[in-house]
């Protein structure tokens, strides 16, 4: 136990600071989800947690319990003896199971009323059917795994890319959480000379405690500094990159999403201006997620709507971290001044309807090479769709620590570098135990530590049931 | 059984060390018909360890304690011979006030005070027993066989539960030396249930000064002026006096080594546990086997009493050891010992056997203070005595405890780890316990406490009358300094230099500059000129925290609000769901009051928080 400690600041570490909201739910009943997707399918998994799992699992199978995380085969029944289905039954009990409560898993046939039966016996054992995100949330509660580690699983549920999925499983594993744990830990170690030259002045503490201490707080204020200057990389891998297509009307913007997304997506017509708001794809971009916006063309606009319309593409275009500046091959001049200002550093450039276009088509605009292709004919495509990837892989691809992935890590990490910022060894030496406190108390956030009910609410509020 | 009682009174307090001071004179300030009852009357108020109150974090206990009127600080400034405050070159709420005392002056202003408080009888005699019926404390026994009812009684019997002292192989049982030990009341309390350990304190030899050579070492003088450490004393009359530093070497060092095997700590003899903030010179030269040589303060225990105290040499070595040891030490070759250091082990309770008022949970009306609760310190002792006093007294009379929190004062820290987390050795209080440093502060201890005494009953007519004028003059003070602006451009004019952005800024938010004080204020604003004393010290400190300040208060208020969920006292953790059995374990033995005090038990994860809270919110009429 920790009660070694030599300085009751390790406490800090425990000191909440709860907002008083309300937990969803009590955690000593037991609760129930289909855990795969809705829908008919081949199998169908369905997983119960709680202390009522195991009483739940040998009332449906009608015998005792399996030997633990063995698959056996079992007719499940309902409270009438009738047979419901004949699946696989896998008994996890507590606390070597996913939430850390008696879990039972069953493997049946994917059909609705197999479902409805089974939902039904579930419900008349006394089970209910489980809240977004509780097997997850339960999880935590019991210590079988830090928030950051529970947000992974959220994100690789969601993860629609192989680097989605990667990033997810990396925090899975805890790179993120042993990222930030050893964050804390400088944090909590020079904390313990600071608070050691204050307690103990008289008892012959070394002179130059405080010029170590100092140094090491620069470098972590620097490395925390780095991290959160990587471009929002581990969060923008997670929602997708934002591709903005831009345009004068009818350069063909609309079409040249559908060549990209393979479908139609957009509404695709001759007649200039059709696309008055913004539409989004998702894609796949050589296992990148992009969302990739459409909007109105850009010029002086002919009716209200439309106006508004260009006024919505420039945002887009403002907020992009990428822009697709579509020219028109075929029109004359090709180069057209409003789509030409928007093109920097972040443009990728195309001059399309190359099949039919007349010639002069420029080698570069703004100093960014054009690519020629036709959305009508795919012409071209393949390039663009390489030369995409390789600008969205530039942005997404890190170093080798694993990114902070949401919000709330960046807004803790960045409370931290604050006080760590502030932290000043010449200056009064409790306050400079103070900023190392709060520096300590913010990243303790991030993994959870501290703050627990808030998070908690945070955390799980996104999840989906039976995750 | 038969009530045949000889005496009656609603608080006894057992023990007259610091601890049964405070809480006696506590609960009788409080109206409470009140005996204290000591095996000797002329040892009330003695200083068994080092002749010193204060120092880091324990100075803050002391004015926390002269903030709820209670004895520490009045008698220290009657008797104390050398002030100093500690930490002097770091900021204010990390300085300890510290003062040596005259022992006898200082027994003797502490029996002064005791004499003076109306309701106060104080009474010799041995408690063997405590009677309970129903799981309510009755009343006592004395050794002699007399029988006292009372409403609640105070346990302070610091050192004396079956006191054993070593000195060498040589150990005899004593509460201290001179003393007998009480078994009786520890046979009590083993018999009610209540968990006992044990732990081991020391004290080093005391030397006569008239044989220690001064012209040779280094002397400190006290801070002139001294500073006091009651709210209520103006100035310091006793006479100062400078005490002798000097140094353990190699060859003291040696004398140890080669004797560590007659030390009991390492014989085996004595196998509880020791404060290590305290360590015996032995302890320090095993453990820091890579320091030449170890800082030695020589303090005079009196005027006109030539002990001297060698503060940091606490041994337990043989007689015959400690003499030659001492004597390798620069003017110490020919000092003569009076009486050789020694250890003393002895009971303690389980301080997670108490609630918050310091009542134990096992018998209603008994109260637990001081040593007993696994502190050491007289200042530590002394907030728990004057915390039990007030609530026996307040027990008695049937209203509700009188609890501090952890941002109210360092006594709620010391109470709050206590009945929480419990000590494995003796639990010394420090700065760095409290989360809320910069609000703790010696200067504000009365702004914090004595309102909160004066609500409570335990603050006399001379100090609430003080304390209205001090905080009427602050409040003052405090609003002229935010009424007074000026613009950037007037600043420079001034000689101020801030940035010229155009804001205008007020004296009180200029005080958080670097360098700009009231001194300088007032030579802008002549007005702030009399502002002076107390008031401008406690302006000055909280207008150069004034940033910190802010964000501080702003995590007390959440603390605060968590501090609020409430953990009902007979809360079945068995029917707490999600909980490990080792997290129910420890839940079951600390009880905590509240959510906050949950999360500060070691090991218990904020998943376990979290399951609690949902376990209390569950519950009928709990719908926070």
């Known amino acids: ?467 | 059984m038969k009530q045949d009682w000889d005496r009656r009174a609603d608080v006894v307090v057992i023990g007259g060390g610091h601890a049964g001071c405070e809480a006696a004179a506590a609960a009788a300030r409080m109206g409470a018909a009140t005996m204290l009852v000591t095996q000797r009357l002329e040892t009330l108020g003695e200083m068994s360890c080092n002749p010193a109150i204060g120092g880091l974090a324990k100075g803050q206990l002391v004015r926390e304690i002269d903030a709820l009127d209670g004895l520490m600080g009045r008698a220290i400034d009657a008797a104390g011979i050398q002030f100093r405050i500690l930490n002097r070159s770091k900021g204010p709420a990390v300085q300890g006030p510290r003062a040596q005392a005259d022992r006898a002056l200082y027994r003797r202003a502490m029996r002064r005070l005791l004499d003076a408080q109306a309701g106060l009888e104080l009474l010799a005699g041995t408690v063997e027993d405590l009677v309970v019926a129903d799981g309510r404390l009755a009343g006592l026994v004395l050794a002699d066989g007399r029988r006292i009812a009372c409403g609640a009684a105070v346990v302070t019997t610091g050192t004396f539960l079956r006191g054993l002292i070593h000195c060498g192989e040589k150990r005899w049982p004593a509460g201290r030396v001179g003393d007998a030990p009480s078994y009786g009341l520890s046979a009590a309390l083993g018999r009610l249930g209540f968990p006992l350990g044990r732990l081991k304190t020391g004290t080093p030899a005391r030397l006569d000064g008239r044989t220690i050579d001064w012209a040779v070492l280094e002397m400190q003088a006290g801070d002139d002026p001294p500073v006091p450490f009651s709210f209520l004393t103006d100035r310091i009359a006793t006479p100062q006096v400078s005490c002798g530093i000097t140094f353990t070497n190699e060859r003291t060092h040696a004398v140890i080594r080669a004797n560590l095997h007659r030390a009991p700590m390492y014989s085996g003899q004595i196998e509880s546990v020791g404060p290590r903030y305290c360590p015996s010179i032995e302890d320090k030269v095993v453990r820091f086997a890579d320091k030449d040589r170890h800082q030695i303060f020589l303090e005079p225990e009196g005027l006109d009493d030539p002990t001297v105290y060698p503060n940091g040499v606490s041994t337990s070595l043989p007689a015959e050891v400690q003499a030659e040891m001492l004597a390798t030490i620069p003017g110490l070759e020919r000092a003569a010992i009076l009486r050789p250091g020694y250890a003393i082990e002895y009971d303690f309770v389980d301080p997670r056997e108490l609630d918050h008022a310091l009542e134990t949970r096992r018998v209603r009306g008994l109260f637990l203070a001081g040593q007993i609760n696994g502190t050491t310190g007289y200042e530590e002792a002394g907030g728990q005595g004057l915390l039990a006093g007030i609530n026996a007294a307040r027990m008695v009379a049937g209203s509700p405890p009188f609890v501090l929190d952890r941002a109210d004062a360092y006594i709620g820290v010391m109470v709050d780890d206590l009945v929480t987390l419990g000590t494995a050795e003796p639990y010394r209080m420090f700065t760095s316990r409290a989360e809320y440093r910069l609000i703790l502060r010696a200067d504000n201890a009365d702004a914090r406490l004595t309102p909160k005494g004066l609500a409570a009953g335990c603050v006399g007519g001379e100090r609430g009358a003080r304390f209205q004028a001090k905080a009427a003059a602050l409040a003052a003070a405090r609003c002229r300094l935010a009424e007074l602006t000026a613009s950037p451009t007037a600043l420079r004019r001034h000689g101020l230099e801030v940035n010229q952005d155009g804001v205008v800024r007020s004296a009180w938010e200029l005080l958080a500059y670097r360098g700009i004080d009231l001194e300088r204020l007032a030579a802008i604003w002549p007005e702030l000129g009399d502002i002076g004393g107390e008031v401008a010290g406690q302006l000055a400190i909280e207008g150069g925290y004034q940033g910190y300040l802010a964000r501080q208060e702003a995590e007390v208020r959440a603390y605060r609000r968590e501090e609020e969920l409430a953990l009902p006292a007979d809360l079945d953790y068995a029917t707490v769901g999600s909980l490990s059995a080792e997290v129910r374990q420890k839940l079951a033995a600390a009880r905590p009051a509240s959510l906050a005090a949950a999360a500060r038990i070691p090991g218990i994860t904020p998943a376990a928080l979290a399951a609690l809270l949902a376990h209390v919110r569950k519950r009928p009429g709990n719908a926070a």
């Open chain 1, 1 to 467: 136990m920790g009660r070694e400690r030599l300085f009751a600041y390790a406490q800090d570490d425990k000191r909440g600071d709860h907002r008083g909201k309300v937990l969803a739910a009590g955690m000593t009943d037991t609760i129930f989800a289909l855990a795969s997707g809705a829908g008919r399918a081949g199998v169908a998994v369905y997983r119960l947690s709680g202390p009522g799992a195991g009483p739940a699992l040998a009332a449906l199978t009608g015998r005792d319990l399996p030997a633990p995380r063995t698959a056996v085969r079992a007719r499940l029944r309902d409270g009438g003896g009738d047979v419901i289905d004949d699946g696989l039954a896998l008994w996890f009990p507590a606390p070597r199971s996913f939430t850390g409560e008696d879990v039972a898993e069953l493997h049946l046939h994917g059909g609705r009323a197999v479902g409805r039966a089974v939902a039904e016996r579930l419900l008349g054992l006394g089970l209910r059917p489980a809240e977004a995100g509780e097997f997850s949330r339960r999880a935590v509660v019991n210590g079988k795994m830090d928030l950051t580690r529970a947000e992974a699983v959220a994100d690789l549920v969601e993860a629609e890319t192989a680097a989605q999925r990667r990033q997810a499983l990396r925090q899975m594993d805890g790179g993120l959480e042993s990222r930030i744990e050893g964050w804390r830990q400088i944090v909590v170690g020079a904390l313990a000379y600071v608070e050691a030259a204050i307690d103990f002045a008289d008892e012959g503490m070394p002179g130059d405690l405080m010029a170590g201490v100092s140094a090491r707080v620069s470098a972590l204020a620097a490395e925390i500094e780095a991290a959160l200057a990587d471009n929002r990389r581990g969060e923008r891998l997670r929602d997708g990159l934002h591709i903005a297509i831009l345009g004068a009307p009818n350069a063909g913007k609309s079409s040249l999403l559908n060549r990209l997304a393979g479908r139609e997506a957009a509404i695709v017509s001759g007649i200039a201006g059709t696309t008055r708001d913004v539409i989004e794809v998702h894609l796949d971009l050589g296992g990148w997620p992009v969302v990739v916006a459409d909007t109105a063309g850009l010029r002086d606009a002919a009716g209200e709507i439309e106006a508004e319309g260009i006024r919505r593409a420039l945002a887009r275009a403002q907020a992009a971290d990428l822009k697709l500046a579509v020219f028109d091959g075929a029109a004359r001049p090709v180069i057209d001044g409003a789509t030409r200002a928007l093109v920097d550093g972040d443009a990728v450039v195309v001059v399309n309807k190359a099949d039919i276009a007349g010639g002069g088509v420029p080698a570069t605009v703004e100093g960014r090479p054009a690519l020629a292709v036709s959305a009508r004919t795919g012409a071209g495509i393949d390039a663009l769709v390489a030369a995409l990837e390789h600008e969205v892989a530039s942005r997404l691809e890190g170093g080798g620590a694993p990114p902070l992935t949401r919000e709330r890590h960046r807004a803790a990490a960045m409370e931290c570098r604050t006080a760590l910022r502030r932290f000043d060894p010449a200056g009064e030496i409790e306050l400079a135990a103070e900023d190392l406190r709060m520096a300590g108390r913010a990243l303790g956030r991030i993994t959870g530590r501290i703050d627990v009910e808030e998070l908690l609410d945070v955390v799980f509020r996104d999840f989906c049931i039976g995750k």
